[in-house]
């Protein structure tokens, strides 16, 4: 009886159905698990206890193993990387309704206070536009913007002469210059190098990057807000922010406000956008956001230009052939009798192929800025909950092989063609992609 039945034509359709049954819910369950981990992750820590000093090699490593999405536990909070141009662009540029939330973190929260851009949605959004639109209006890429810059390398080139030689460190000085021109396009006033308060703050602006990122961790082990003391630095952050707001920022918002007469820069632009609202009109166009998007915009921009200069100036150094293939395509095309200007990017080729090659072999943001999902979605086949912190591997693109053949070759050449001409590779994205992406970086102007 039981063999008739194991042999029957409808056991087998029954055991077909069950193996299909099975099947779907193998799938199924696949579908809605997170991207692998690197390893266990403990309770409270997460993978944190897993993290090398400095981790840069160790996320290229899991990418190459379990890539391209990995996920992380940073204490209680999962953080998904995401590798390789294709998966970045997919989440960024297709997915960008999801990913484009800046995540509310216990950092964010304190020193951004939801204001300016390290904020989301509606927001968020107003507040970029109007600071496009500002900057454009302020010439932002054109002549005006160049004559500040012109201005600052004049002054920076004649502080390095002074040194007559000796040996020094770089960053000071073009953390000053840098933050020189963003000063000149916000308050629209000449600060010099000899400017005492501006050379201060130059070095606030310095000092809280490099405290940010040893207080970050208080973002994802919440206990260790409570030990005494100022152990990651987090409240010397919050006083050097404070003192960077009051003693530069909302002295000159006042300054401008007393003058009552409008001058070519950002403050007063701003100024002008909140004199420009109706009545009833819900919108976050107001001081408390100016004070906030200038100083995010100093902080965004100083950093991050001075580290490109100080790694231009150390791949220069020991490309000693690079260097004079540069200063001759200066004297070729630009000649002695006057400094190179942002036109001269046409004739200038080898030029602009060395900085794409310093942007794409510095990395400098190698995970960009953090984003957050903004809700659950399904993502290459796996489940990305709500609130998941998101952070592209940038470093994935700029070293691939795939890409690049010898990415850990310094070699400006790849950025020409046979022709000598410039070869825009889409793969470059120092200042990441999407709609949250640097906006100083404006393809209309890279032309
Ligand atoms: C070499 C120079 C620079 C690099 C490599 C760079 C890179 C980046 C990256 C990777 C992001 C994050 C994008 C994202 O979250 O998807 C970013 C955002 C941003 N950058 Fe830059 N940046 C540079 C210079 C500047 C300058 C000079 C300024 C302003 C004066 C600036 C202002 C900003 C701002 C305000 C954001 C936030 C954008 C938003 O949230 O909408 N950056 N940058």
Same mark, same amino acid.
């Given at each position: 009886m039981l063999s008739e039945l194991i042999l029957s034509e409808s056991f087998h359709t029954m055991l077909l159905g069950m193996a299909l049954a099975l099947l779907a819910l193998y799938v199924k369950s696949h579908k809605t698990q997170l991207p692998p981990t690197p390893g266990l992750a403990l309770p409270v820590l997460g993978h944190l206890y897993r993290l090398e000093k400095n981790p840069r090699k160790q996320f290229l490593e899991w990418g190459k193993k379990f890539g391209p999405l990995v996920s992380l536990y940073m204490g209680n909070q999962l953080a998904i990387v995401i590798y390789g141009y294709d998966a970045i662009k997919e989440a960024f540029v297709k997915n960008a309704d999801v990913f484009s939330d800046r995540p509310k973190t216990f950092l964010t929260q304190m020193l951004g206070k939801d204001r300016g851009f390290v904020t989301s949605g509606t927001h968020w959004r107003e507040q970029r536009k109007v600071t496009i639109e500002i900057l454009r209006e302020l010439g932002l890429g054109s002549n005006?913007?160049?004559?500040? =810059?012109?201005?600052? &390398?004049? !002054?920076? =080139?004649?502080?390095i002469d002074d040194l007559h030689g000796e040996p020094f460190d770089p960053r000071p000085v073009t953390m000053l210059s840098i933050s020189n021109i963003i000063a000149a396009l916000m308050f629209g006033t000449d600060f010099r190098h000899s400017?005492?308060?501006?050379?201060?703050?130059?070095?606030?602006?310095?000092?809280? $990057?490099?405290? $940010?990122?040893?207080?970050? =961790?208080? @973002?994802?082990? *919440?206990f260790l807000r409570h030990l005494p003391g100022d $152990?990651?630095?987090?409240?010397?952050? !919050?006083?050097?922010?404070?003192?960077?707001?009051? #003693? %530069?920022?909302?002295?000159?918002?006042?300054?401008?406000?007393? @003058?009552?007469?409008?001058?070519?820069?950002f403050v007063s632009g701003y100024l002008n956008k909140m004199a420009e609202q109706?009545?009833?009109v819900n919108s976050d166009i107001n001081?408390? @956001?100016?004070?906030? &998007? &200038?100083? @995010?915009?100093?902080?965004?921009?100083?950093?991050?230009?001075? /580290?490109? !200069?100080?790694?231009? !100036? %150390?791949?220069?150094?020991?490309? *000693?052939?690079? /260097?004079?293939?540069?200063?001759?395509?200066? =004297?070729?095309?630009? #000649?002695?009798?006057?400094?190179?200007?942002?036109?001269?990017?046409?004739?200038a080729r080898y030029i602009v192929a060395t900085v794409m090659e310093i942007q794409r072999f510095a990395s400098i943001a190698p995970f960009s800025l953090q984003h957050t999902a903004s809700r659950d979605i399904m993502f290459r086949d796996y489940v990305i909950p709500k609130g998941t912190i998101i952070m592209p591997c940038l470093d994935s693109v700029h070293f691939s092989e795939? $890409?690049?053949?010898d990415p850990h070759n310094f070699r400006p050449d790849r950025f020409l063609d046979d022709s000598g001409q410039v070869i825009k590779r889409e793969e470059l994205i120092p200042f990441?992609?999407?709609?949250?992406?640097?906006? &100083?970086?404006?393809?209309?102007?890279?032309?």
């Open positions: 005006v913007m160049e004559e500040k =810059v012109q201005t600052e &390398v004049t !002054l920076l =080139v004649k502080a400017d005492s308060k501006m050379a201060a703050c130059a070095r606030l602006i310095g000092d809280q $990057i490099s405290l $940010i990122e040893s207080a970050a =961790v208080l @973002n994802f082990l *919440p $152990i990651f630095g987090f409240y010397k952050v !919050l006083n050097l922010a404070e003192s960077l707001e009051q #003693g %530069l920022i909302k002295e000159q918002i006042g300054i401008h406000k007393a @003058n009552n007469q409008t001058s070519h820069d109706t009545d009833g001081e408390e @956001n100016l004070t906030a &998007v &200038v100083s @995010n915009l100093f902080a965004a921009g100083t950093e991050t230009t001075s /580290t490109t !200069l100080t790694w231009s !100036l %150390l791949y220069l150094l020991h490309h *000693p052939e690079v /260097t004079e293939r540069c200063y001759s395509e200066i =004297v070729t095309h630009i #000649g002695k009798d006057r400094r190179a200007t942002f036109n001269d990017r046409h004739k795939e $890409i690049w053949g990441s992609i999407g709609q949250y992406s640097c906006f &100083v970086y404006d393809k209309r102007r890279s032309n």
